[in-house]
């Protein structure tokens, strides 16, 4: 049984050239690079917490288009020192142009 659902999005644009989103975690957090991603809350769609994430971890809140990738992935992976298995949903996010994005904490 999966315990914990979440989110990733990969954000990009095409102008004015193609290019992607990718944050890098600190070292603390093992350091490795990946897109915005976050857990679903309960009662949350996939949808409403790919909003909420861009938003809380990037400041971006325009959007073009929201694509499903149609990809999900279960891992074990422990929380908070709790093992739990997790299922990711993958989706993409196309925003207009580059912007100056605002990271979060």
Known sequence: MVDRKNIQVFIFTSRPEL?????????????YWQPV????????????ALLREI????????????????????????KNGVPMQMQDFCYAVE???????????
Do not use: A, W
Request: aromatic share 8%; hydrophobic share 25%; net charge negative.
């Open 19 to 31: 290019k992607f989103l990718l944050l890098k975690r600190t070292p603390e957090r093992s350091g």
């Open 37 to 48: 991603c976050g857990g679903i809350d309960t009662g949350e769609s996939e949808i409403e």
């Open 55 to 78: 938003q809380e971890e990037t400041g971006i809140s325009n959007y073009k288009h929201i694509i499903n990738l149609e990809y999900s992935f279960i891992y074990n992976e422990p």
């Open 95 to 105: 925003i207009d142009c580059e912007r100056v994005i605002k990271i979060s904490k």
